[in-house]
C-alpha cells in the first residue's frame, strides 16, 4: 500500500501523526546527507511493523513511501 508523508525535521519528538489521508512524520534528525530520511523510514517501519520501501522524494520534505 503506498502513503504519502509529510516530513518535519528538527522537531523535539519523533511521532507519526495521521491526518486527512496524510502522515505527518516528526523526527529529531537534521535534514542533511539523508539522515532525516533513513529515521523516517525506520520509524514508519515500526508504526506499520512491516518494512517500509521509499519510492520518492528522497530529497524533499513530501514523500511517497511503500508498505509490504
Given amino acids: 500500500m503506498k502513503y504519502k508523508i509529510k516530513v518535519i525535521p528538527n522537531a523535539k519528538i519523533d511521532k507519526v501523526i495521521e491526518r486527512e489521508g496524510t502522515l505527518i512524520v516528526k523526527v529529531k534528525e537534521k535534514p542533511e ?4 530520511t533513513v529515521k523516517v523510514l525506520k520509524l514508519l517501519s515500526e508504526y506499520f511493523n512491516k518494512p517500509v520501501h521509499l519510492i520518492s522524494g528522497a530529497l524533499t520534505r513530501e514523500k511517497i513511501i511503500e508498505t509490504e
Fill in 33 to 36: 546527507k539523508g539522515k532525516a
